[in-house]
T-cell receptor, first 118, second 111 residues
């Protein structure tokens, strides 16, 4: 079945540093990937849509200079949290449309990356 | 904009049926989805239903859709302790846009 690998699963960093999170589709090509952020006991908030070979589309209120997204190939999208601060601590989850289901936009999710900024 | 709502918590005894409810507002939703999230993990697709269907059954899972009332439910028969997790409903249309998720319902299964 479709698999999305996300790395790292956990990262702890100091305030002011940058952190890169990778999202890979292992057995399918994903022209579009989605980055979500999940706060404790809350739903998933869409941050941005990552498009292969072009600029990401950010949701309202998400700082594009803060959360850099690069989708350089059909199987890899990266999210870089620049100059991280404690309020950026969260669970970040990527997903990709795996093509299952005729017409349905079935998303396969990575296992998530928990970022803790000290 | 789209809005998807769920109750926050449900507790059932092992062996009983669980029913998780969801309402949505976007009448153009074409597909409705149910995902499961275990602690510290990503989301796992359980099932999805096309908006012109009323019901879909897959082993222990039954999805009911009332399009008129924009109400979706997930019934888990013979609920097991391994079913304890957070269940998210989501809506979307055809194409490649992101899904909109509900707030999630935490299902607790008591032995």
């Amino acid at each position: 079945g479709a698999v999305v690998s996300q790395h790292p699963s956990r990262v702890i960093c100091k305030s002011g540093t940058s952190v890169k999170i990778e999202c890979r589709s292992l057995d399918f090509q994903a022209t579009t990937m989605f980055w979500y952020r999940q706060f404790p006991k809350q739903s998933l908030m869409l941050m941005a849509t990552s498009n292969e070979g072009s600029k990401a589309t950010y949701e309202q209120g998400v700082e594009k200079d803060k959360f850099l997204i690069n989708h350089a190939s059909l199987t890899l999208s990266t999210l870089t949290v620049t100059s991280a601060h404690p309020e950026d601590s969260s669970f970040y989850i990527c997903s990709a449309s795996d093509g299952r289901g005729a017409g349905a936009n079935v998303l396969t999710f990575g296992a998530g990356s928990r970022l803790t900024v000290l | 904009g789209e809005d998807v709502e769920q109750s926050l918590f449900l507790s059932v005894r092992e062996g009983d049926s669980s029913v998780i409810n969801c309402t949505y507002t976007d009448s153009s939703s074409t597909y409705l989805y149910w995902y499961k999230q275990e602690p510290g993990a990503g989301l796992q697709l359980l099932t999805y239903i096309f908006s012109n269907m009323d019901m879909k059954q897959d082993q222990r899972l039954t999805v009911l859709l009332n399009k008129k009332d924009k109400h979706l439910s997930l019934r888990i028969a013979d609920t097991q302790t391994g079913d304890s997790a957070i269940y998210f409903c989501a809506e979307g249309d055809t194409g490649r846009r992101a899904l909109t998720f509900g707030s999630g319902t935490r299902l607790q299964v008591q032995p």
